[in-house]
C-alpha cells in the first residue's frame, strides 16, 4: 500500500489547515527537491562545469509531475531519504547522455536541507499572508472599539480601567513581532558540501557553484567548508515559529476569556459554525479554541528540533537528520494553521461595548466592599 | 479542497510506518467513533432505556463506509470536532423514527474520548505484537551469538570485557517493559458524561449504562461524576507509550553505534536498502536510524500532551482538549513506526564474532599503554 | 568558590517548596549514596564476601556529616559524578584495612542509579502525603458545599445546570491518580552492574548480592545481566510524575478560573498573602498561581528525561545520563512544589454558594436570549 | 527556615557551573529587581516627576546588600512575586518622606521584567565571552591540525577523505552563530505598563519616562500601550539560547565520538579529571559529556517557556508569567554551564594526526572488500 493512500488525517481540520498545508505536502516537497536538482544542474552550468543545454534539460525533467509521488516515497524507505529514488527517476527521465550530469558531486543532504529551505519560504510567504491579515483585521478591530472603556483583568481580577484598544495594541504588536520572526526564516541557509560535507567534491569552483546555487534557489549560502552537521538554522527556524505561534496562541486565548459567558465582552458570530451536539444555546468561539490547539503543538516540536539540531554528529547525523523532518514539517503546518484559524477567529469577532460597560461597573461595585 | 486530498506527507516512510498507520488513519477514527455511538445506543438498550431494535438500527448504520470522510471531516472545522456532523449523517441515515435514539443525553466528549480509547487500544495491539516481535528476533541473535566476546564500552571508552549476551540481553529487558507498558494502556478510562460532564443527563441509569458501554466497548469506566476534564488517562497513556519509544529508540542506538565503520561489530544487511546517493560503497543501517529518528519525536510529542492534560479548565477545555488530538494521534504513529522500524533493524541484523574478537584484542593493547 | 554558596534561587520560593526541597538538597543526595554504599558493603556481608565488621565500619562511617559536602560537590566535577570523591573519602575515613572493600566491584552507576532509587522513594512519601492531604480537603469541601447548585462551563460557555460536587469529584479523582502514580515510583527498579554493567564483576554470588543490596534500599532489583543503559525505570519515573504535575496544574486552574471576580464562585484568603504591590483591593489566588507556575514546569523536563532514557549508548552513556540527574531532581522539585502549594490553595479556598447560585439565575437569563 | 539554605544543588557541578551561575543567583536577581526600581526612580526624576534628590536616595537605597535576602525571598512567597517585599524593604529604608516615591506608578512586572532584562544581559555578555574563547580555541587547533587528512563519517559509516580542519571549522561556525543568537537577547524589550499594562498609570510623560528608564537599563522600551502579556521577547530569548545550546552539544558530541577508544583522534587530557571509580585505566571525556548534560536540559526549558508565553491571559498571567521565571532562570544557566564546559573540553583537547590517518588508511582497506 502507498504511504498516501494509508491515512487521510482525522485531525487535519485542526492542523492542516490554511495554505501551509498544500505547500508542504508530498508533492511540494518533492518539487522542492527537484528544483534543488534544477538549481545545482544550473549552478554548476553557470560555472561552466556542464554544458548549458545538459542543465535545461534537467530542469525540463524536474516537475513532480512527471514522477509517480507515491512511488518515490515508498522507495524512499530503502535508502532512508527521498532523494536517493528521485535522482534515479530523475537520470531515468532525462536518458543515458544527461544523466551523469544528475546530481553531480553532491550528496542527498545538499538537496534535503536545500528543499526544507525552498519549503519553510514558500510556507513563511503564506504564513507572513496571514499575519497581515490578522493584523489589519485587529487594526479594523482597535479602529471600531479602541476607545471602549473596559476593566482590566490581572491575575483573574479585575485590576483598574482600561480600554480596548489595549488589547488591540496588544494583538497588534504580537502579531507585527510573529511576522517579522517568520520572515526572518525566509532565506535559510543551506551549504553545498557533498559526500563528506565539505564541498571538496565540487571542485575548485565549489564557491562559484554554492554562490549561483543559492541565488537561483532564493536562500543564503552557509560558510563554505564546514559541512552539513551544523544545524543553528533549524535551530533558528525554530525559535522563529515557534514565537510565531506563542504569539497567535496568546490572541486566541484573549478571545476564549474574553468570550466566557461570565464575561461576554467578545463573541465569534458565524453561520453553522460553534454549535454544540448537546447544546443549541451554546455558542462556542471555535476558531480561537481550534487556534489554541494548533499553536499548543508548537513548544513540542520546537523542543524535538532543537534537540535533533544538537545531535547531529560528525559529518552526517544518523537519526537527528532524519527526527528534523517530521518535527519541521509539522510545525510549519501547525503554526500556519494557529494563524489561519486565527485569521477566521478575527473575521468572526463581535465586539459587545455594552458588556464591557457593564463589567467595568460591576467592578467598581466589587472594589467597594 | 477536501482535507485528506490536500497532501500525502512527504515522511509518512519515516514516522507513519507498520499497522499503527491504518489503525489511525481518518477512516479508522472516524470509525472508532460509530463504534461509540453504536455501543452508547446498545448500552441504552441495556437498560431499558430504549428499545433493542434502535439499538441495532443504529449499529447498522455505524459503519464508516456508509459516510463521505472527506465531507465529515471538513465539518468538523466547523463546530470543532468530527462528532456534530457525524451524528447528524448518522441521523440522515438511520431515519427519522430512530433519529432521536442516536447520541442520547451524550456530548461530544463522550464520543471523541470514547474512540481515543479504542483507537489507542486497537494501536497498543499492534505494536505490543511487534515489541513481542523484535524481542523474539533479539532473543535468536542472543542465542546464537551471546556467548561472543566483546569489549564494554562505557562514555565512549573500551571498559572491561563483556559478552554480547549482555547486550542483547539489555535489548530484550527495555523491550519487555515497553510491551508492559503499552499493554497497559489498552483499557483506557473513560467517563460518561453528557453536557454538563457529570452524568447527570443519563438519568438515574447512568451507572448502568455507564458499564454497559465500558463492556461493550472493551474499556474501563472512570469514576462516575468526575467528568471529562480529568485528564490522567491521558497523561498515562503519553508516559507509556514515550517509554515505549525510548527502549525502542536505545536499541536503535546501540545498533547504529556498534555499526560505525570503526566498531563494525553488527550491520543491517538488505537488498537494496541503505544505499547512498553518492557513495557506492556505503552501507547504512537505515532502519535502526529510522527507528532513531521515530522515537525521537515522542519526548515533544508527550510534553505536548501533558501541558494539555493539565491545562482541561472547569467541565470541558477550550483548546487543551482539542490540542490533545493531533499530539496522542502522533505518538501513536511514531512510536508504532519505531517499533515497526525497530524489528526491520533487527530482522536485518547481521552480526561480526571476529570483528568483537578483533577489537576486545585491540583493547588489550590499548590498556596496556 | 563552593558550588552552594555561589547562589541561592531567586524562584526558590515558586519551585522548591515543601518538604521535597530538603529531600532533594545536595546533602540529601550524597547522603542517598553513602547509603547505597552502606548497603552494598552490607549486602556483600550477607552474601559472605567480606566480613561483617568491615561492612559495619563502612555503614558507620556512611553519614553525610562526616563528609565536606562541598568540597565533594566541587571534586564531582573532575570525574563527572559524586561518587568518585565520596568513595575517595570513605575511603580515607575507614582507614586503609577496611578501603578495599569500599565499593568493592562496584560502578559509580551502581551507586548513583541506586541512590537516585532512594531520592525518588523519599520524595514520593512526602508527594504521597501532600496529595492525600489534598484529597482530603477536597474531600470536606465537597461534604459541605457539593450540593451548591452551579451552572457547568464547558468551552468557557455556560452549559448546563450541575453542582459544586462534581468539581471536587473531579479534583478528588485527579489527586487520587496522582497518588497512586506517585506511589508506583517508591520502588524504582535499579541494577547491581558493575563496570561492564552485566554484573560479572561481583563474581558468581552477584544475584544474591543484588537481591540482598535491593533488600536492603527497598527497591527493586532489576534483571540481572541487562546493565545500566536500559532506562525504563527513568522513563516510567517521568510519565508518573509528569501525571503528578498534571492532575495538580488542572485543580489549580479551576482554581484560578473560578476565583475570577466575573465568577467569583470561589477565592483564596490568607492574611497577608495575594496583595498586590499596586492594588490594594485585589486579592488574587497566589497558592493556585504558584501550583500552577510549579506544574507548568513538569512536562518539559519530562521530554528531557524521556530523551534521556532513549539517548544512553552501549554500556554507559557519555552524556545522557548524566543529563537525567538535574532533571529528575528538578522534577521532583517542581511536582513536590505544585503538590505543596495546591495543598496551600484548598486549606485558603473560601467558597461562595450565592455567588454561584447568582450565576446560574443569570445563565438561566443569557440562554433565554 | 529560608529557602537558600535549604538546599545547595546536588548538581549544580553540572548545570551551575561557570559565570552564569553567579549572575542568576537570588541575590543577583534581587539586585536587578532594585536596578530597575533605581532607574524607575531616576526615569521620573529625568522627566521631572519626581525630586532629583527623592530618586537619588532611591538610588542610593537599591543595593542588594542592605536586604535580608532570605527574608525577601520568603516574603515573595506570600504575593507572588519578590518585588512586594522587595519594595515594602525598601519604603522602610528610604524613609518616610521618599516611600511614596518608590515603585511610583508602577505594577510588580513592570519591575520583573525589566530585571530579567538585566539579568539576561549579563548573562549573555558572559556567555558571549565563552563563546568567543571557544571559537579562539578552535581556530588555534584548527591551525595546528586543519590539514591534518581523516576519514570523513557519515551516519556512521566512513566515507570519504577529508580533513580535521572541515571539524574546526563547523565548531567554529556553529559557535560564532551562537554567539550571534545570544547578543540579539542583550537588549530585551521591556514595557513600563502599570497595574493595568497600558501605562497609564505613568500620566501623560509616561513615553518620556519608559524612554528614560529604558536607557538607563541599557534595554529596549517596547510599545506604548500594549502591556506585559505580549511576550514575543521571551519566545525570542527561548530560540536563541536554545541555539546557543545546540550549538555547544554539537561540538562536544564530536569530541566525544572521535575520543570513542575504537576512534581516538582526539582526547581530553587533564590531571585528575576524567578518571573512573572502578576502572584506573580509563580516560573519559568528562568535559565533553558535560557539556552534552547541560545543553540537553535546554529544548525542554525552551518548550516550557514557549507554552508559557503562548499562555498569558488578558492584562496580567496567573500562572504562566510565574512559569517562566524558574525556567528562565534555568536555561540561562544550562547554556553558560554548556558553554563553561565546552570551553573546558576544548582547553584540554588533544589532537592525534596519526590515529588519523592510520583509520584513514584502514577506511581504504574497508573500501576495498
Known amino acids: 500500500m502507498s504511504p498516501s493512500s494509508s491515512r487521510s488525517d482525522a485531525f487535519g481540520f485542526l492542523v492542516a489547515r490554511g495554505p501551509v498545508a498544500a505547500a508542504t505536502s508530498g508533492p511540494a516537497w518533492l518539487q522542492a527537491m527537484l528544483d534543488a536538482e534544477a ?30 509521488v507515491d512511488a518515490v516515497l515508498a522507495d524512499a524507505a530503502l535508502g532512508g531519504n527521498a532523494v536517493i529514488p528521485l535522482v534515479a527517476g530523475l537520470r531515468e527521465l532525462v536518458g543515458p547522455a544527461v ?16 528543499a526544507t529551505a525552498l519549503v519553510v519560504r514558500r510556507s513563511a510567504e503564506h504564513v507572513g499572508d496571514g499575519l497581515r491579515a490578522a493584523v489589519a483585521h485587529t487594526a479594523r478591530i482597535g479602529a471600531r472599539y479602541g476607545t471602549s472603556p473596559m ?17 488591540t495594541t496588544r494583538w497588534r504588536d504580537g502579531l507585527t513581532d510573529a511576522a517579522a ?27 562559484r557553484i554554492a554562490d549561483h546555487f543559492a541565488r537561483r ?37 484573549d478571545v476564549v476569556l474574553l468570550a466566557q459567558s461570565d464575561i461576554g465582552e467578545v463573541a465569534e458570530r458565524a453561520d453553522g459554525a460553534g454549535g454544540s451536539s448537546s447544546m ?49 514539517d509539522q510545525l510549519l503546518r501547525v503554526t500556519g494553521s494557529a494563524v489561519d484559524w486565527l485569521q477566521t477567529s478575527l473575521e468572526r469577532l463581535v465586539v459587545d461595548p455594552d458588556r ?8 467598581a461595585r466589587l472594589a467597594d466592599h
Open 217 to 253: 534557489l532564493g536562500v543564503w549560502i552557509g560558510p563554505r567548508s564546514g559541512g552539513h552537521t551544523q544545524r543553528s538554522p533549524t535551530a533558528a527556524f525554530a525559535g522563529a515559529w515557534g514565537l510565531a505561534a506563542a504569539a497567535a496562541a496568546k490572541v486566541a486565548l
Open 280 to 328: 443549541a444555546h451554546k455558542h462556542n468561539p471555535i476558531a480561537a479554541i481550534s487556534a489554541r490547539a494548533a499553536a499548543m503543538q508548537a513548544p513540542g516540536l520546537v523542543s524535538t528540533l532543537l534537540h535533533a539540531a544538537g545531535g547531529h554528529e560528525l559529518e552526517r547525523a544518523a537519526g537527528a537528520w532524519h527526527a528534523e523532518w517530521p518535527a519541521l
Open 99 to 114: 544523466a551523469p550530469a544528475v546530481h553531480l558531486h553532491a550528496t542527498s543532504q545538499d538537496i534535503v536541507d536545500a
Open 151 to 167: 476593566i482590566s483583568r490581572t491575575l483573574g481580577q479585575h485590576a483598574v480601567a482600561s480600554t480596548f484598544g489595549a488589547v
Open 39 to 68: 538549481a545545482l544542474a544550473g549552478a554548476q552550468a553557470d560555472a561552466g562545469e556542464i554544458p548549458r543545454p545538459t542543465a535545461d534539460a534537467i530542469a525540463a525533467a524536474c516537475h513532480v509531475e512527471r514522477f509517480d
Open 181 to 207: 520572526a517568520i520572515a526572518a526564516t525566509q532565506h535559510m541557509t543551506v551549504v553545498l558540501g557533498g559526500p563528506s560535507g565539505d564541498g571538496t567534491s565540487f571542485g575548485e569552483h565549489h564557491d
Open 356 to 363: 464591557m460597560a457593564a463589567n467595568l461597573t460591576r467592578s
